[in-house]
């Protein structure tokens, strides 16, 4: 029963995909569907990061011996001043693990 559960739910979401992909099919969106669902990805990015970075043991953590919010801040100036995906990533992630050590 779960497989089959598990193997309906794969079809349903391959063919809601390949609806919108597949370019013989008529289905078109249109321009202004297409600019509203530009904003999905943005949107479901912050939805992950926002209580990861500012919510730490079930409250607001706004002090700064919170390593992920100090790495996140450090990772908005490099990636601002950079412009380098490898370099904002290798800072931060070492600003984080020292932040983590020493606090």
Known sequence: MTLLIIVLMAMI??????LFIHPS???KLSDRVGVF???????????IWVPIIFIRDEQLSLSVNNPYLLA???A???????????????ISCCIFMLAKFFF
């Not at 979401?13 to 390949?18: D, G, I």
């Not at 530009?38 to 949107?43: I, K, L, R």
């Open 37 to 47: 669902l530009s904003y999905s990805a943005p949107t479901v990015l912050t939805a």
């Open 76 to 90: 908005i100036f490099c990636a601002y001043r950079f412009k380098s995906i490898y370099l904002t990533l290798g």
């Open 25 to 27: 099919l008529p289905l």
């Open 72 to 74: 996140g801040v450090i």
């Open 13 to 18: 979401t391959f063919l809601s995909r390949y």
